[in-house]
């Protein structure tokens, strides 16, 4: 079964503060994904990336950047939280004709 | 751009009856896929069914089905027998294609339809 983790279930910092969202996937796939999940909105993707070192940016990329230095790793930055960045973020990968595989999401909350 | 619209927020069904969760897209393209998500509470997303533009066919998975109209741009989802199981979060998408490859993509979701089951 493919597996795909995120470092946390729920986390909270303060507004200003550097987060790190980990990702990881056992498969070896090659596309993996950001969503931003909030109420009424569904799924936003923020970026996603289709090989080592590459990224390309999704529909709502500002106030966050990537990094994908490891093919099973896909890493989600915030550089300086804001309150508006509290949400459900969800981390995916994709195996060929079979759709995207997601991990439990993390619950981000800014204060 | 493709859009996905689901209308109802909200849904609910006694158990073991039939439920249809609506799901309609605009695009200008004539061969994309189609997919239905469900997201339990506190659990992950799971894909529960997909379906290719060009099969006239629609996909079924045990007791998921889904009602896939071209030319309307409509495709929704029925579950009969409905168990407390699923009672979730369903999420329409649409496929929207990035260079070619099968793998390569980017999906375009709609809003969500939350599932409540009564015993």
């Known amino acids: 079964d493919v597996k795909v983790t995120q470092s946390s279930r729920y986390l909270v910092k303060r507004t200003g503060e550097k987060v790190f969202l980990e990702c990881v996937q056992d498969?070896?796939?090659?596309?993996m994904f950001w969503y931003r999940q909030d109420p009424g909105l569904g799924l936003r993707l923020i970026y996603f990336?289709?090989?080592?070192?590459?990224?390309e940016k999704g529909d709502i990329p500002e106030g966050y950047s990537v990094s994908r230095e490891k093919k099973e790793r896909f890493s989600l930055i915030l550089e300086s939280a804001s309150t508006n960045q509290t949400s459900m973020y969800l981390c995916?990968?994709?195996?060929?004709?079979?759709?995207?595989?997601f991990g439990p999401g993390t619950r981000l909350t800014v204060l | 751009a493709q859009t996905v619209t689901q209308s109802q927020p909200e849904m609910s069904v006694q158990e073991a009856e039939t439920v249809t969760l609506s799901c309609t897209y605009d695009?200008?393209?004539?061969?994309?896929?189609l997919f239905w998500y469900k997201q339990p509470p506190s659990r992950q997303m799971i894909l529960v069914i997909r379906?290719?533009?060009?099969k006239q066919q629609n996909a079924t998975e045990n007791r998921f089905s889904v009602n896939f109209q071209k030319a309307a741009k409509s495709f929704s989802l029925k579950i009969s027998d409905s168990q407390l199981g699923d009672a979730a979060m369903y999420f329409c998408?649409?496929?929207?294609?990035?260079?070619?490859?099968?793998?390569?993509?980017?999906?375009?979701w709609g809003a969500g339809t939350k599932l409540i089951i009564k015993p």
């Open positions: 995916a990968s994709t195996i060929t004709g079979r759709g995207q595989f």
């Open positions: 990336s289709y090989d080592v070192k590459m990224k």
């Open positions: 379906q290719e533009a060009y």
């Open positions: 998408a649409y496929r929207s294609p990035l260079g070619g490859s099968d793998s390569n993509y980017q999906l375009i």
């Open positions: 695009t200008s393209e004539s061969d994309y896929y």
């Open positions: 498969m070896d796939h090659e596309n």
